[in-house]
């Protein structure tokens, strides 16, 4: 049963490292803001995910199990409110072509800023 179990940590590590690499490649590679806060958000975090069970499955002791899973929990909270501010600033800044929204709500509530944006 340990034989499973670290083929599988093993699988999970290298499935998690190649979607932070991929991650990573698209943060250095996509064009806009936008584009760039799913990159750094969604396959980062379902990286680290795979990462951390991969550990978890190969560690195995009560105090890393729950170390690990703090870190998995810390993890799922941060990365969408950093994503949500970083969304938030490059749109109050101009920094992002407003084109590419399929709705802005902000500009519906004058919350908009920036050059292309209500004052």
Same mark, same amino acid.
């Given at each position: ?9 093993? #699988? ?13 490649? #698209?943060? !250095?590679? =996509?064009?806009? /803001?936008?584009?760039?806060?799913? /990159? /750094? ?7 680290? !995910? ?14 890393? !199990? ?7 929990? =810390? ?37 908009? #800023? ?6």
């Amino acid at each position: 049963m340990a034989t499973i179990a670290d083929w599988l940590g093993a #699988g999970c590590l290298v499935a998690g490292a190649l979607l932070a690499l991929a991650a990573a490649i #698209g943060v !250095l590679r =996509f064009p806009d /803001a936008l584009s760039r806060i799913h /990159a /750094a958000t969604k396959p980062q975090v379902l990286g680290v !995910l795979l990462l951390l069970t991969g550990i978890a499955l190969r560690l195995r002791s009560p105090a890393d !199990l729950g170390m690990v899973l703090l870190v998995g929990v =810390f993890q799922l909270a941060t990365a969408p409110v950093a994503a949500q501010m970083i969304g938030r600033a490059a749109y109050r800044s101009g920094r992002l072509d407003r084109s590419l929204l399929d709705a802005d709500e902000l500009v519906e509530r004058g919350c908009g #800023g920036g050059p292309s944006g209500p004052a």
